[in-house]
């Protein structure tokens, strides 16, 4: 018999794995979200106009290239435990406030905010490497250079740590617009489905990519405000500033409430297809390690 360590390392690995492969596919994508958040005042590129720039940059393979291996290492440490570790949460919650049923929405909510914030935290060095490495693709020549530049410079927590707060709240948002909704949609497909079909409720392929649609979309829309806030803490200069104060700068001096929304269309583009390939990939790598479906 398996060992259930051995189950949650794969589980790890299957969510840590098809996430790597749909960031590595869509990287461009969040390179333009990135330059676009981290741009101050109340105008900026438009997502064309920053896509055209990278690609006057140094053409297609520049548009790919940053901050690809830093992508790679944090879906291992963020993606990896928030996606691997949600089924025993959400079991975990159901036992807990003896939840019946399949969907259990509050506790598919409370297991998707308990493994986001897990992995967010985990991942936070490196993806203050990403974030700076997208946002400017020449501060580093590799990704130990920059971990230990950023300790040396800038110390443990003010460096490898900053904009912790705003990176587990977008963690939080992120993993109850992708995980809930792609779990809870799933499961009302997989209802309805019985029904259309005269009681088959096998899952497949199908299945995986319609809530797949449902949840990329859901996502953005939730981590957008997040994640600029996010991208702006860790990309700032100044080490002191507050979420507080990040966040009151961009309400009161770059056009209020719809500037938290800037680079909802490449996240967009970014986390729609992300969610078509991820969970379809996740899907089958769990069948493959004998985890079974999510």
């Known amino acids: 018999m398996a060992d259930w360590r051995d189950d949650l390392f794969l589980a790890w690995l299957s969510g840590g794995l098809a996430n790597a492969i749909a960031s ?26 920053t896509l055209v720039s990278m690609y006057r940059s140094g053409g297609v393979i520049r548009m790919w290239t940053p901050g690809l291996g830093a992508s790679a290492v944090r879906e291992m440490l963020s993606s990896g435990p928030r996606v691997g570790f949600y089924i025993p949460a959400r079991d975990f919650y159901k ?65 490898l740590y900053r ?64 994640d600029l806030l996010k991208t702006r803490a860790m990309n700032a200069s100044n080490t002191n500033a507050s979420l507080f104060k990040i966040a009151n700068d961009v309400l009161r001096q770059e056009g209020g409430v719809l500037v938290l929304f800037r680079g909802v269309v490449p996240a967009y583009l970014r986390l729609g297809p992300h969610a078509l390939i991820c969970f379809p990939v996740l899907e089958q790598l769990r069948y493959l390690f004998g985890l079974g479906y999510f």
């Open 95 to 159: 036992r807990l406030l003896s939840e019946e049923g399949e969907e259990g929405s509050a506790c598919v909510l409370l297991a998707a905010i308990t493994t986001g914030i897990l992995g967010s935290v985990i991942a936070n060095p490196i993806d203050v490497v990403k974030v700076r490495a997208m946002a400017s693709p020449h501060a580093y020549p590799s990704i130990t250079h920059a971990l230990t530049s950023i300790v040396r410079d800038e110390g443990i927590v003010n460096g």
């Open 163 to 226: 904009g912790l707060v705003p990176s587990t709240l977008r963690g939080a948002a992120i993993a109850a617009g992708e995980l809930g909704t792609y779990d809870l949609t799933k499961t009302w497909l997989k209802k309805h489905q019985q029904k259309w079909s005269g009681g088959s409720s096998e899952e497949g392929v199908a299945t995986h990519v319609l809530a797949s649609l449902i949840t990329g979309m859901v996502a953005a829309v939730v981590a957008a405000p997040f």
């Open 24 to 49: 590595g596919v869509l990287n461009p994508f969040d390179v333009a979200k990135t330059r676009m958040q981290a741009q101050a005042g109340s105008s900026g590129l438009s997502l064309r106009d």
